[in-house]
Protein backbone atom coordinates (compact mmCIF):
# COMPACT_ATOMS: atom_id res chain seq x y z
CA UNK A 1 0.00 0.00 0.00
CA UNK A 2 1.38 3.58 -0.89
CA UNK A 3 0.36 6.30 1.75
CA UNK A 4 1.32 10.04 0.84
CA UNK A 5 2.54 12.57 4.26
CA UNK A 6 1.96 15.91 3.44
CA UNK A 7 3.26 17.56 6.43
CA UNK A 8 5.54 20.58 6.82
CA UNK A 9 7.35 19.18 9.79
CA UNK A 10 10.50 17.57 7.93
CA UNK A 11 11.65 15.72 11.42
CA UNK A 12 7.76 14.56 11.94
CA UNK A 13 7.00 13.71 7.91
CA UNK A 14 10.76 11.35 8.34
CA UNK A 15 9.47 9.70 11.81
CA UNK A 16 6.07 8.76 10.15
CA UNK A 17 7.62 7.52 7.10
CA UNK A 18 10.59 5.69 8.90
CA UNK A 19 7.19 3.91 11.36
CA UNK A 20 5.27 3.27 7.93
CA UNK A 21 8.17 1.60 6.14
CA UNK A 22 8.82 -0.67 9.11
CA UNK A 23 5.09 -1.80 8.95
CA UNK A 24 5.46 -2.67 5.31
CA UNK A 25 4.16 0.51 3.57
CA UNK A 26 5.69 2.36 0.75
CA UNK A 27 5.77 6.40 1.65
CA UNK A 28 6.17 9.53 0.22
CA UNK A 29 6.72 12.87 1.74
CA UNK A 30 5.83 16.35 0.46
CA UNK A 31 5.99 19.68 2.77
CA UNK A 32 3.63 22.43 1.28
CA UNK A 33 -0.09 22.69 0.06
CA UNK A 34 0.74 22.91 -3.11
CA UNK A 35 3.42 20.13 -4.04
CA UNK A 36 1.25 17.90 -1.57
CA UNK A 37 -2.06 18.60 -3.75
CA UNK A 38 -0.36 17.94 -6.87
CA UNK A 39 0.69 14.52 -5.70
CA UNK A 40 -2.68 13.43 -4.14
CA UNK A 41 -4.36 14.14 -7.66
CA UNK A 42 -1.68 11.39 -9.07
CA UNK A 43 -4.39 8.84 -8.13
CA UNK A 44 -1.17 6.45 -6.67
CA UNK A 45 -2.20 6.53 -3.33
CA UNK A 46 -4.47 4.56 -0.99
CA UNK A 47 -4.20 6.78 2.01
CA UNK A 48 -2.70 10.23 2.82
CA UNK A 49 -1.80 11.65 5.94
CA UNK A 50 -2.51 15.14 5.94
CA UNK A 51 -1.45 18.10 8.26
CA UNK A 52 -3.67 21.01 9.01
CA UNK A 53 -1.15 23.81 9.20
CA UNK A 54 0.99 23.58 5.95
CA UNK A 55 2.75 26.75 3.90
CA UNK A 56 1.19 27.66 0.44
CA UNK A 57 -2.46 25.80 0.66
CA UNK A 58 -3.42 24.71 4.24
CA UNK A 59 -4.55 20.95 4.66
CA UNK A 60 -8.60 22.28 4.84
CA UNK A 61 -8.33 23.90 1.38
CA UNK A 62 -5.98 21.13 0.00
CA UNK A 63 -8.34 18.66 1.20
CA UNK A 64 -11.58 20.49 -0.04
CA UNK A 65 -9.70 20.65 -3.39
CA UNK A 66 -9.24 17.09 -3.26
CA UNK A 67 -12.69 15.98 -2.91
CA UNK A 68 -14.02 18.87 -5.56
CA UNK A 69 -11.57 16.42 -7.83
CA UNK A 70 -14.05 13.33 -7.64
CA UNK A 71 -10.87 11.70 -5.63
CA UNK A 72 -12.47 9.45 -2.05
CA UNK A 73 -9.04 8.74 -1.18
CA UNK A 74 -8.83 8.46 2.47
CA UNK A 75 -7.31 10.78 4.53
CA UNK A 76 -6.32 11.06 7.65
CA UNK A 77 -5.68 14.54 9.12
CA UNK A 78 -2.89 15.56 12.07
CA UNK A 79 -2.68 18.59 13.50
CA UNK A 80 -2.03 19.97 16.50
CA UNK A 81 -5.19 22.17 16.98
CA UNK A 82 -7.45 20.33 19.15
CA UNK A 83 -10.25 22.22 19.60
CA UNK A 84 -13.43 21.04 18.48
CA UNK A 85 -14.37 23.86 15.52
CA UNK A 86 -11.22 22.53 13.89
CA UNK A 87 -12.13 19.00 14.32
CA UNK A 88 -15.62 20.17 12.66
CA UNK A 89 -13.78 21.46 9.75
CA UNK A 90 -11.37 19.26 9.12
CA UNK A 91 -14.36 16.83 8.94
CA UNK A 92 -16.83 18.77 7.19
CA UNK A 93 -13.71 19.66 4.69
CA UNK A 94 -13.66 15.39 3.76
CA UNK A 95 -11.21 13.75 6.34
CA UNK A 96 -11.57 10.21 7.24
CA UNK A 97 -10.74 10.69 10.78
CA UNK A 98 -8.81 13.57 12.85
CA UNK A 99 -5.77 12.60 15.41
CA UNK A 100 -4.14 15.60 17.38
CA UNK A 101 -0.45 15.75 17.77
CA UNK A 102 1.43 14.33 20.19
CA UNK A 103 -0.07 11.00 19.40
CA UNK A 104 1.40 7.62 20.36
CA UNK A 105 2.64 5.93 17.29
CA UNK A 106 0.46 2.47 17.85
CA UNK A 107 -2.64 4.82 17.59
CA UNK A 108 -1.93 6.42 14.57
CA UNK A 109 -0.94 2.48 12.80
CA UNK A 110 -4.54 1.41 14.16
CA UNK A 111 -6.43 4.69 12.33
CA UNK A 112 -4.25 3.86 9.31
CA UNK A 113 -5.14 0.15 9.16
CA UNK A 114 -8.75 0.95 9.88
CA UNK A 115 -8.53 3.62 6.91
CA UNK A 116 -7.28 1.48 4.73
CA UNK A 117 -9.53 -1.27 5.29
CA UNK A 118 -12.50 1.31 5.15
CA UNK A 119 -10.97 2.28 1.63
CA UNK A 120 -11.35 -1.38 0.16
CA UNK A 121 -14.57 -1.51 1.07
CA UNK A 122 -14.17 -4.48 3.38
CA UNK A 123 -13.35 -5.23 7.09
CA UNK A 124 -10.76 -7.78 7.56
CA UNK A 125 -10.01 -9.16 11.54
CA UNK A 126 -6.14 -9.18 10.68
CA UNK A 127 -4.19 -7.74 7.77
CA UNK A 128 -2.93 -11.13 5.95
CA UNK A 129 -3.58 -10.75 2.35
CA UNK A 130 -4.99 -13.66 0.31
CA UNK A 131 -5.72 -14.89 -2.91
CA UNK A 132 -5.94 -18.75 -3.51
CA UNK A 133 -3.58 -20.68 -1.97
CA UNK A 134 -1.33 -17.61 -1.41
CA UNK A 135 -1.13 -15.75 1.68
CA UNK A 136 1.00 -12.22 2.15
CA UNK A 137 1.57 -11.52 5.61
CA UNK A 138 2.87 -7.75 5.04
CA UNK A 139 4.40 -7.61 8.83
CA UNK A 140 7.04 -9.71 7.54
CA UNK A 141 7.06 -9.74 3.89
CA UNK A 142 6.63 -13.33 3.12
CA UNK A 143 4.72 -15.26 1.17
CA UNK A 144 3.28 -18.60 2.15
CA UNK A 145 1.70 -21.33 0.54
CA UNK A 146 0.78 -24.28 2.74
CA UNK A 147 4.06 -25.05 4.30
CA UNK A 148 5.94 -23.47 2.22
CA UNK A 149 7.43 -19.89 2.17
CA UNK A 150 9.66 -17.46 0.67
CA UNK A 151 10.37 -13.61 2.26
CA UNK A 152 9.78 -11.25 -0.80
CA UNK A 153 12.22 -7.86 -1.36
CA UNK A 154 10.34 -4.76 -0.96
CA UNK A 155 9.28 -4.27 -4.51
CA UNK A 156 8.47 -7.42 -4.80
CA UNK A 157 5.74 -7.26 -1.73
CA UNK A 158 4.59 -3.97 -3.19
CA UNK A 159 3.72 -5.25 -6.84
CA UNK A 160 2.52 -8.84 -5.05
CA UNK A 161 0.57 -6.71 -2.91
CA UNK A 162 -1.01 -4.34 -5.68
CA UNK A 163 -1.96 -8.04 -7.46
CA UNK A 164 -3.79 -9.62 -4.80
CA UNK A 165 -5.78 -6.08 -3.55
CA UNK A 166 -6.85 -6.11 -7.35
CA UNK A 167 -6.96 -9.77 -7.85
CA UNK A 168 -10.49 -9.29 -10.19
CA UNK A 169 -8.38 -6.50 -12.09
CA UNK A 170 -5.85 -6.54 -15.32
CA UNK A 171 -3.01 -4.32 -14.63
CA UNK A 172 -1.23 -2.08 -16.46
CA UNK A 173 2.70 -1.62 -16.72
CA UNK A 174 2.27 2.36 -16.11
CA UNK A 175 -0.01 1.58 -13.22
CA UNK A 176 2.15 -0.89 -11.55
CA UNK A 177 4.88 1.64 -12.27
CA UNK A 178 3.06 4.32 -10.73
CA UNK A 179 2.04 2.28 -7.55
CA UNK A 180 5.04 0.83 -7.16
CA UNK A 181 7.95 2.79 -8.11
CA UNK A 182 6.47 6.25 -7.62
CA UNK A 183 4.90 9.14 -10.26
CA UNK A 184 8.01 10.76 -10.74
CA UNK A 185 10.45 7.63 -10.61
CA UNK A 186 12.32 7.37 -14.26
CA UNK A 187 11.64 3.22 -13.91
CA UNK A 188 10.97 1.90 -17.36
CA UNK A 189 8.63 -1.08 -18.44
CA UNK A 190 12.06 -3.55 -18.23
CA UNK A 191 11.72 -2.78 -14.72
CA UNK A 192 8.13 -4.21 -14.40
CA UNK A 193 8.83 -6.73 -16.41
CA UNK A 194 12.54 -7.79 -14.54
CA UNK A 195 10.07 -8.25 -11.17
CA UNK A 196 7.02 -10.28 -12.79
CA UNK A 197 9.96 -12.56 -13.44
CA UNK A 198 10.85 -12.76 -9.73
CA UNK A 199 7.82 -13.06 -8.38
CA UNK A 200 6.84 -16.39 -11.05
CA UNK A 201 10.21 -17.82 -9.80
CA UNK A 202 8.73 -18.03 -6.38
CA UNK A 203 5.31 -18.63 -6.96
CA UNK A 204 6.94 -22.16 -9.01
CA UNK A 205 9.29 -22.44 -6.06
CA UNK A 206 6.10 -22.34 -3.28
CA UNK A 207 3.96 -25.07 -6.01
CA UNK A 208 1.22 -22.39 -5.94
CA UNK A 209 -1.86 -22.69 -8.05
CA UNK A 210 -1.68 -18.71 -8.41
CA UNK A 211 -0.27 -17.52 -11.54
CA UNK A 212 1.24 -14.26 -12.64
CA UNK A 213 -0.88 -14.27 -16.43
CA UNK A 214 0.53 -11.80 -19.38
CA UNK A 215 -2.09 -9.88 -21.27
CA UNK A 216 -1.15 -9.12 -24.39
CA UNK A 217 -0.80 -5.49 -25.32
CA UNK A 218 -2.44 -4.72 -21.82
CA UNK A 219 -0.85 -5.86 -18.76
CA UNK A 220 -0.97 -8.46 -16.07
CA UNK A 221 -3.56 -10.20 -13.65
CA UNK A 222 -3.57 -13.49 -11.18
CA UNK A 223 -5.08 -16.42 -12.32
CA UNK A 224 -5.95 -19.49 -9.97
CA UNK A 225 -5.06 -22.58 -12.13
CA UNK A 226 -7.35 -25.91 -11.09
CA UNK A 227 -4.95 -27.97 -8.64
Request: aromatic share 6%; glycine share 8%.
Amino acid sequence: MRILIIEDEKRLAQTLADLLHRQGYTADMCHDGNTGLDNALSGIYDLILLDAMLPGLDGFSLLQQLRGSGSAVPVLMLTARSDVSDRVRGLDSGADYYLTKPFEPQELLACVRLLLRRGEGEVRTDDTLRCGDLQLDPGTFLLRCGERSVRLSRKEYDLMELFIRNQKQILTKEQLLNRVWGYDSEAEDNNVEVYISFLRRKLTHLHSTVKIKTVRMVGYCLEVENP
